[in-house]
């Protein structure tokens, strides 16, 4: 299982981000999250999926913008699973609180925590999350914009149009955006994470 726990930046220096988070979280988890995302205790959001392209996918969607520190666990869940995410127990929900705090200190304010015995480990994937991170940081708000249309489905034909720009200067986009990079980064960390559920041996 994985889990996700995400702290508010600076929530003492602006609005409460908390409630408007849950409804995009559902919006990217739907169905796959284990249940709803919840408030956990002030500015904080907890949410826990099985499926590892969700959880990536939530990381990616929280850390863009420097809005919040996560912390990703994968570890086992508690059952029977209570009414709420805020009163999941197990070690990740455990080893989530560890991460996000640990992210706190991190440059990318991004951490992860694997339970012992699954590989790969932590320290073999956090180095590699962290790169796509780095990438996605680099990238400029006309590459997002690309990036955004893509990602709802358009094709680079149709975003050229939406853009007023020719399929060429699209193409160009992309690659300075390296979008391509990315898609292929993500199927293969979605592989990794999935893998954490094998015991070692």
């Given at each position: ?22 409804v995009e ?9 284990l249940l ?6 002030g500015?904080?959001l907890?949410?826990a999926?099985?499926?590892?392209a ?6 990616l969607?929280l ?27 197990g ?5 989530a609180r ?13 951490a ?14 956090q180095?590699?999350i ?36 020719t399929?060429?200067?699209v ?5 300075s ?7 292929a980064?993500?199927?293969?960390l979605v592989?990794?994470?999935?893998d ?5 041996g």
């Open positions: 299982m994985f889990a996700i726990t995400a702290d508010q930046v600076g929530s003492r220096r602006g609005d409460d981000l908390v409630d408007d988070e849950l979280l559902s919006r990217i988890g739907g169905t796959r999250l709803p995302p919840d408030r956990t205790a500015d904080e907890q949410l999926t099985a499926d590892a969700t959880a990536l996918d939530i990381v969607h850390t863009r913008g420097e809005r919040w520190s996560v912390g990703l666990a994968v570890g086992e869940v508690r059952h029977p699973l209570p009414e709420t995410t805020r009163a999941l127990a070690p990740a929900l455990e080893l560890t991460a996000v705090e640990a992210a706190k200190k991190r440059p990318l304010r991004f992860l925590a694997i339970e012992a015995g699954r590989h790969p480990d932590a320290a073999t994937l180095p590699l962290e790169l796509l991170l780095v990438l996605r940081a680099r990238r400029t708000p006309e590459g997002w914009q690309l990036a955004e249309l893509l990602d709802a489905g358009l094709s680079q034909a149709q975003a050229a149009e939406r853009l007023g720009i399929p060429q200067a193409s160009l986009r992309a690659q955006a390296q979008l391509r990079t990315e898609t980064a993500r199927s293969a592989t990794l994470l999935a954490t559920g094998s015991p070692a």
